[in-house]
């Protein structure tokens, strides 16, 4: 990889993080598709990513990029947390229960705990 290479992705995901951090998530989308192009294998590009598809919806693509962020980092207890939220909501409860379970065992957040909780009340 060039140096101008690494430079575009990182100024890519730089651009991405601001536009989701101001609410401008399908120009951060954008971005982020863009870093991801260019640096397929950063987790914290997938897993923004992921956290831009979630806001906007697109549940299971957020699934991917949160799975491809675990498979990156497999002690990334937020990975962990998205995408069990993201396969709640694409109807996956006994899969969410389980990547619950470690968000929660790594990190016992509150908003993690409530989502286990979901999660375990639908399966």
């Known amino acids: 990889m060039t140096d101008e290479h690494d430079t575009a992705a990182y ?3 730089q651009d991405g993080l601001a536009l989701l951090h101001s609410g401008d998530v399908h ?3 954008v971005a ?3 870093a991801r192009t260019l640096e397929p294998a950063q987790g914290s ?5 992921a956290r831009a ?3 906007i919806g697109r549940h ?3 699934a991917t990029e949160f799975e ?3 498979d990156l980092d497999p002690v990334n207890d937020y990975a962990h947390f998205g995408l069990g939220l993201s396969l709640l909501r694409v109807g996956e409860p006994a899969r969410a229960r389980r990547h619950l379970k470690l968000a929660v065992a790594m990190r016992p957040r509150d ?3 409530e989502a286990l909780a979901e999660a375990e009340r639908r399966t």
């Not at 590009?45 to 990513?49: G, K, N, V």
């Open 32 to 34: 982020l598709e863009r």
């Open 45 to 49: 590009i997938r897993e923004a990513l």
């Open 11 to 13: 100024g890519a995901f």
């Open 27 to 29: 120009a951060a989308v």
């Open 53 to 55: 598809y979630f806001r």
């Open 111 to 113: 908003e993690y705990c």
């Open 68 to 70: 491809y962020a675990v």
């Open 60 to 62: 299971r693509d957020a």
